[in-house]
């Protein structure tokens, strides 16, 4: 089968990996480089290293909405496009150029979480389990038919990160498992009624809000790690907070309060107290918080606004 693969980031160079392996991909469309660092250099995304380490023909343009864009596409003359966090919205020209449409890897098990974050919000949300959808391309948000599903559990440990690289391993073979059997699948409408939408993270919310209650805290922590990360500020310095466990019991102080204990950095919460396990110091590298309190001391009874 003749593929063209519209990726960017890491999560997507698994399927591209398997696709490579089991199939003819002729052209990949990513996203274009970018200055990253602070000497500025500019980076080539995961998807387009991967794709010319294989000799394949990359191409990065800023839109697809331009007939010129189009044409160039469709010119390829594919069998199907097969989309992994691409990043740009395809138009209908696009999504309708090849005989066999348009196949996405969508990181949760639709119509629940359609949108930017779906790993990061199916942990924040507390769900249960979550898993990858492989779904026909259409024009409106991550509504289009289902081929096919995969499930993961979502443990009492996850975090966005593992999540992330687990579902990027089952996308992948969910999408070969498609492709074997596609003329056979009779894809599935969604129920409109189950949608849910997982916004785009903002950076407001990483900054952590302690009149929240300990659990929620615990898993938004969990969802963000390692990024963007959820953090605090303690005399004007920034403290990224990886790992904590929410304790049921609470002190009676105010929200945001370091409370005095043996066992390390304590914090009272809105409902319940956080007890801060893994921390990463501003301009240094992630520790257990018991290793930064050996030559490090937060105030007691300060409290974190």
């Known amino acids: ?41 500019v980076v080539k995304s995961p998807v387009q290293v991967c794709a010319e ?7 990065t343009p800023k839109t697809l909405r331009n007939a010129e864009e189009q044409e160039k596409f469709a010119a390829l003359g594919a069998d199907i496009a097969i989309v992994a966090a691409y990043g740009l919205i395809l138009p209908k020209a696009v999504i309708e150029a090849f005989p066999l449409g348009c196949l996405n890897v ?22 249960e389990k979550t898993g990858i959808t492989v779904m026909q391309v259409v ?3 991550d509504a289009g038919a289902m081929y096919k599903k ?16 687990e579902m990027s391993v089952l ?51 969990r969802a963000f790690n390692p990024y963007p990360a959820m953090y605090f500020e303690y005399e004007g310095e920034r403290f990224k907070v990886l790992r904590a466990e929410a304790l049921a019991a609470s002190s009676g102080r105010e929200a945001g309060t370091i409370v005095p204990n043996d066992t390390g950095l304590l ?26 309190l050996r030559g490090f001391s937060f105030q007691e009874e300060y409290v974190l606004k």
Not at 53 to 59: D, L, Q, S, Y
Not at 202 to 215: M, P
Not at 279 to 285: A, L, V
């Open 1 to 41: 089968m003749k593929i063209v693969f519209m990726g960017t980031p890491d999560f997507a160079v698994p399927t591209l990996e398997a696709l490579i392996e089991r199939h003819e991909v002729i052209c990949v469309y990513c996203q274009a480089p970018k200055e990253a660092g602070r000497g500025q250099k």
């Open 139 to 141: 024009e409106a948000l």
């Open 150 to 165: 995969g499930e993961i559990v979502i443990t009492e440990d996850m975090t966005g990160g593992r999540l992330h690289d």
């Open 106 to 127: 969508h990181g949760s098990l639709l119509p629940r979480w359609r949108g930017a974050a779906p790993i990061q919000r199916a942990i924040e949300a507390g769900d």
């Open 267 to 292: 914090i009272e919460c809105g409902q319940g107290m956080l007890l801060v396990t893994e921390i990463q110091r501003q301009g240094k590298k992630a520790m257990k918080t018991e290793e930064l």
């Open 171 to 221: 996308g992948a073979g969910l999408m070969l498992e498609v492709l074997d059997d596609l003329q056979n699948i009779k894809p599935e409408a969604q129920d409109e009624s189950l949608v849910t939408y997982a916004a785009k993270i903002d950076k407001s919310e990483c900054r952590i809000d302690f009149t929240q209650s300990a659990e929620v805290l615990e898993r938004k922590i």
């Open 53 to 59: 380490a294989h000799g394949i023909e990359v191409r």
